[in-house]
Nanobody, 123 residues
Framework: QVQLVESGGGLVQSGGSLGVSCEAS????????MSWYRQAPGKERELVAS???????NYADSVKGRFTISRDNAKNTVYLQMNSLKPEDTAVYYC?????????????????WGQGTLVTVSS
């Protein structure tokens, strides 16, 4: 099994910066995709940013130029640095990872979610 533990988040004023991180542990052979999603009250969960094992990144239009996703493969950790935060960025942020576990030479895919961390941006 693979588990994710998120940290960071909190309350920040509009225009401020905040970082969140997410570390994976457990039976991990490799992680091919790491992503951050968010869900604001009354809205559906949406993709914020993603990165693959090759280092390519993808961002939602609403956060381009303000948010940066990065990963530390040695630590099985993904980060999201959020700058120039706006009240509309207020949401619960969830990390998501996809990869493979090794069961004695048999590889099984996994997809797991973090527990979510609240980011609140005050105006």
């Amino acid at each position: 099994q693979v588990q994710l533990v998120e940290s960071g988040g909190g309350l920040v004023q509009s225009g401020g910066s905040l970082g969140v991180s997410c570390e994976a542990s457990g039976n991990i052979f490799n992680i091919v995709g790491m992503s951050w999603y968010r869900q604001a009250p009354g809205k559906e969960r949406e993709l914020v940013a993603s990165t693959n094992s090759g280092g390519a990144t993808n961002y939602a239009d609403s956060v381009k130029g303000r948010f940066t996703i990065s990963r530390d493969n040695a630590k099985n950790t993904v980060y999201l640095q959020m700058n120039s935060l706006k009240p509309e960025d207020t949401a619960v942020y969830y990390c998501n990872m996809k990869g493979y576990s090794d069961y004695g030479g048999r590889y099984r895919s996994f997809e797991v979610w973090g527990q979510g961390t609240l980011v609140t941006v005050s105006s």
